[in-house]
């Protein structure tokens, strides 16, 4: 018999730190026409920052399931949260990039463990409901981030400055770990002898396939959250505040599409929801991109928001329930794919920008979205071909 879905104490955990993550990588993409200007940088040189968190969680991800078996997913948990902790204080302490690039890197290095850990052991503690945890995390996860550009730009608009959006996430941080650091975490089952065979194959090939796809619907986000603001200051004529504030749009979307998201997985077959949400991140982002009036440019950054939302979860979902047994180490790839992807696109986005103008340079993003798009409809028909489908 099907157990009904249930959240318990670590599940909220789990989702708030998501939520944590979550924020601090967002928040660099509202920053960044304030960093540019403190630092005088380039856009090539602002673009290193979310260049280096990703390097970062990429070499995380590569020790990532060796530390954690090596330490157990609570220290290892806590330990990512108080790096992050760390390298954010260097971030907005630093005066030049070489303190705030390093610092960027902590981040992404420990905040990694966090991101690994969380996936992971919601996929062991949900079981045959993992898609639903994670599409709710994903839910809390777009609601932090949609507060980023909302204190970032409102921060500095009041005088305050838009370092103290990254201040707030240290005492959560802090916060967090006063209110749940006895809460215990769900492990990897230990593998009998029966299965550890199996359990030590390498990952199937429609695994490699969603892992593909993520690579380049993850880089298609980030290209609109770290350049969405300057494009909308430089191109659509915005000041910075208001260019920075209206992210928010961008992140509230998000939380609009992942919450509807985690209620169709119920019901809705996942090509279906699928094919929706590349459907409206389709129509959304040319408006965003070629209209002349800033109300369309505004309504297609929403758009687009409202479809990217639940291609990462959908895709993250879909490739674990694939390999169940080793999610530690799916997950760790994942990451390092990920990160790969969050270090290279938006960096090239950035240098195609000081080339030829940050409107030109956007046209990467619709190859982007061609392509991903085809590469997600494979893998999910590669894997129904495979009859390979989530745990029941």
């Not at 509202?30 to 260049?51: N, T």
């Not at 790096?83 to 630093?94: D, N, Q, S, Y």
């Not at 297609?300 to 959908?314: E, Q, R, S």
Request: glycine share 8%.
């Amino acid at each position: 018999m099907t157990q009904p879905f249930a959240r318990d104490r670590f599940t909220w955990l789990a989702y708030l730190m998501l939520g944590y993550f979550a924020y601090l990588e967002a928040v660099l993409g509202p920053a960044m026409p304030f960093l540019k200007d403190d630092l005088h940088l380039e856009y090539w040189e602002a673009g290193l920052h979310s260049s280096a968190v990703a390097l970062g969680v990429m070499i995380n991800g590569i020790a990532a399931a060796w530390i954690v078996n090596r330490w157990g997913r609570r220290i290892t948990f806590w330990a990512g949260g108080a790096g992050m902790a760390a390298g954010v204080l260097l971030l907005v302490w630093g005066r030049s990039l070489w303190i705030t690039i390093p610092g960027a890197f902590i981040m992404g290095l420990w905040g990694g463990f966090l991101l690994i850990t969380i996936q992971a052991a919601l996929s062991d503690r949900h079981g045959q409901h993992r898609m639903v945890a994670i599409a709710e995390a994903n839910v809390i996860a777009s609601i932090a981030t949609m507060f980023a550009p909302m204190l970032t730009g409102n921060l500095e608009r009041f005088g305050f400055g838009w370092r103290g959006a990254l201040y707030v996430m240290v005492f959560v941080w802090g916060t967090l770990l006063l209110m749940f650091w006895r809460e215990p975490f769900p492990e990897s089952e230990p593998i009998s002898d029966a299965n550890r065979e199996a359990a030590r194959r390498p990952l199937p090939p429609v695994f490699w396939a969603y892992l593909a796809a993520l690579l380049l619907v993850v880089a298609l986000e980030w290209c609109m959250i770290l350049w969405a603001a300057d494009f909308l200051n430089k191109v659509v004529d915005f000041s910075k505040e208001d260019a920075s504030s209206l992210i928010t749009l961008f992140f509230l979307a998000m939380v609009i599409g992942r919450f509807a998201g985690s209620r169709l997985a119920r019901t809705m077959r996942s090509d279906a929801l699928l094919a929706v949400a590349i459907g409206v991140t389709a129509v959304g982002f040319p408006i965003f991109w070629l209209s002349p009036l800033p109300a369309l440019n505004v309504l297609g950054l929403f758009l687009c928001g409202l479809g990217v939302a639940n291609l990462y979860p959908i895709g993250v979902s879909l490739a674990l329930s694939i390999v169940p047994k080793q999610a530690t180490t799916a997950t760790a790839i994942l990451s390092v794919g990920v990160s790969s992807a969050i270090m290279i696109v938006p960096q090239l986005l950035a240098a195609a920008a000081d080339a030829v103008g940050i409107r030109t340079a956007y046209g990467l993003v619709v190859i982007i979205i061609v392509c991903g798009s085809g590469l997600m409809v494979f893998a999910n028909r590669l894997a129904t071909r495979h009859n390979l489908t989530a745990e029941t």
